[in-house]
């Protein structure tokens, strides 16, 4: 007998774009079963009949998708067996159903299981033959005081802060008596690297973002300074609270771990994975707990909401993570790890990304996932290593 709460529940939950990828299991394996399949049609039918979607999707898209789907995947949401008997309206929107569901599958599993059986250039990339542009790598510079920037290592992943001396994860010294007092690490487009502390905390930095540190803790506070986005993990000490200020806003903790996107002319968004932290805004003051992520902005100040933090940190852990993430914020996530300048033409059609790809993709195998699920770009160079990505509409 059909758990038909179950499913409808599951269904609106996937409609509302709040959904696990083990609910998107769930959800195309009830395709297989004959009952539950059934009952889900006549949800559709019941979804369309209220709902029209903003862009048609077209069969020939959804064949497309299916070519390139690895098996396991296709056979999750197969035509119904006498789909020569249905009506055409009806078999329409069992496609255009079908076709949001597998672009969420095809998001929900690139990179993971089937990215490599199912990925292949678009007619347009081979007619164009669109440049190669590798995803970013471990690229930063260090400056102390007011000193020449120093270009890190990009065949290391992270410096040092130890007792006057700076060394690489695997011992090498970067400078061997630093007697500055303050220093500054810069990641550009493209680039990322960690940083330990004096302190033993420790810092990772995303693409376009700078941490201005002491050396070496002093005083009765350890305060440093960020612009981008970085992840942290803070040594505890409870008679010296850790703080990080960015654009308007400042996070004082005494040992947690937690992320802070602060790019310009975006909202600062402050994430807590664990521990506790508090979080000013001019007058404004509210604590975190983990699950917990702040938002300042000019407009609203200070609020605060729960979160998955899985997709707050994916960054780290080598994921872009969109769900539900709106394309302008697509893009500048492309952007700043592609080192790409990103133009308009126009409003895109596809106003949403759901999904998990592989930050260790070239743009191209990226953008190609993004164009199943409705993407329309072009690549332009400019210059010799300078490219512009068109998104149109």
Same mark, same amino acid.
């Given at each position: 007998?059909?758990?038909?709460?179950?499913?409808?529940?599951?269904?609106?939950?996937?409609?509302? $774009?709040?959904?696990?990828? /083990?609910?998107?299991?769930?959800?195309?394996?009830?395709?297989?079963?004959?009952?539950?399949?059934?009952?889900?049609?006549?949800?559709?039918?019941?979804?369309? #009949?209220? *709902?029209?979607?903003?862009?048609?999707?077209?069969?020939?898209?959804?064949?497309?998708?299916?070519?390139?789907?690895?098996?396991?995947?296709? =056979?999750?949401?197969?035509?119904?067996?006498?789909? =020569?008997?249905?009506?055409?309206?009806?078999?329409?929107?069992?496609?255009?159903?079908? #076709?949001?569901?597998?672009?969420?599958?095809?998001?929900? @599993?690139?990179?993971?299981?089937? @990215?490599?059986?199912?990925?292949?250039?678009?007619?347009?990339?081979?007619?164009?033959?669109?440049?190669?542009?590798?995803?970013?790598?471990?690229?930063?510079?260090?400056?102390?005081?007011?000193?020449?920037?120093?270009?890190?290592?990009?065949?290391?992943?992270?410096?040092?802060?130890?007792?006057?001396?700076?060394?690489?994860?695997? $011992?090498?010294? *970067?400078?061997?008596?630093?007697?500055?007092?303050?220093?500054?690490?810069?990641?550009?487009?493209?680039?990322?690297?960690?940083? *330990?502390?004096?302190?033993?905390?420790?810092?990772?930095?995303?693409?376009?973002?700078?941490?201005?540190?002491?050396?070496?803790?002093?005083?009765?506070?350890?305060?440093?300074?960020?612009?981008?986005?970085?992840?942290?993990?803070?040594?505890?000490?409870?008679?010296?609270?850790?703080? *990080?200020?960015?654009?308007?806003? /400042?996070?004082?903790?005494?040992?947690?771990?937690?992320?802070?996107?602060?790019?310009?002319?975006?909202?600062?968004?402050?994430?807590?994975?664990?521990?506790?932290?508090?979080?000013?805004?001019?007058?404004?003051?509210?604590?975190?707990?983990?699950? /917990?992520?702040?938002?300042?902005?000019?407009?609203?100040?200070?609020?605060?909401?729960?979160?998955?933090?899985?997709? #707050?940190?994916?960054?780290?852990?080598?994921?872009?993570?969109?769900?539900?993430?709106?394309?302008?914020?697509?893009?500048? /996530?492309?952007?700043?790890?592609?080192?790409? =300048?990103?133009?308009?033409? $126009?409003?895109?059609?596809?106003?949403?990304?759901?999904?998990?790809?592989?930050?260790?993709?070239?743009?191209?195998?990226?953008?190609?996932?993004?164009?199943?699920? $409705?993407?329309?770009?072009?690549?332009?160079?400019?210059?010799?290593?300078?490219?512009?990505?068109?998104?149109?509409?």
């Amino acid at each position: 007998m059909v758990d038909k709460e179950k499913w409808r529940q599951l269904f609106q939950q996937y409609i509302g $774009g709040n959904y696990s990828l /083990e609910d998107l299991k769930k959800l195309t394996a009830g395709f297989c079963d004959p009952e539950e399949s059934r009952y889900l049609q006549l949800l559709i039918d019941e979804y369309f #009949a209220d *709902v029209e979607p903003s862009g048609e999707i077209e069969h020939e898209r959804i064949q497309k998708i299916l070519r390139h789907m690895d098996t396991r995947i296709r =056979e999750a949401v197969p035509l119904p067996a006498n789909k =020569e008997n249905i009506p055409e309206k009806r078999r329409h929107r069992f496609w255009r159903y079908a #076709a949001v569901l597998l672009v969420g599958i095809t998001t929900y @599993f690139a990179g993971s299981l089937v @990215f490599q059986n199912f990925i292949a250039p678009s007619d347009n990339q081979e007619k164009n033959a669109s440049p190669v542009i590798l995803p970013g790598t471990n690229r930063a510079t260090l400056t102390l005081g007011g000193g020449k920037p120093l270009e890190l290592s990009s065949s290391k992943s992270a410096v040092v802060m130890e007792a006057g001396k700076i060394h690489y994860n695997d $011992g090498t010294d *970067v400078i061997e008596n630093a007697e500055a007092s303050h220093a500054v690490i810069s990641t550009p487009k493209g680039g990322r690297y960690e940083v *330990v502390l004096s302190d033993g905390s420790h810092v990772w930095l995303n693409a376009q973002s700078t941490l201005k540190y002491p050396l070496e803790f002093t005083g009765d506070s350890r305060i440093v300074e960020i612009e981008g986005e970085g992840y942290f993990i803070v040594a505890r000490d409870e008679k010296k609270p850790f703080k *990080v200020i960015s654009s308007g806003q /400042e996070v004082i903790v005494l040992g947690t771990s937690f992320n802070v996107n602060a790019y310009t002319n975006e909202t600062v968004k402050t994430t807590l994975v664990s521990g506790a932290v508090q979080v000013r805004h001019a007058d404004q003051t509210t604590i975190l707990q983990p699950g /917990e992520q702040s938002s300042v902005s000019r407009s609203e100040g200070l609020s605060k909401k729960h979160v998955d933090t899985e997709e #707050a940190v994916a960054w780290k852990s080598g994921i872009f993570y969109f769900n539900k993430t709106n394309v302008h914020e697509a893009m500048a /996530e492309l952007s700043r790890w592609y080192n790409i =300048e990103i133009v308009y033409e $126009g409003n895109p059609k596809v106003l949403h990304f759901y999904g998990r790809i592989s930050r260790d993709y070239t743009l191209a195998q990226v953008l190609e996932v993004l164009h199943l699920g $409705g993407l329309r770009f072009e690549i332009q160079q400019r210059g010799e290593n300078e490219h512009i990505l068109l998104v149109k509409p």
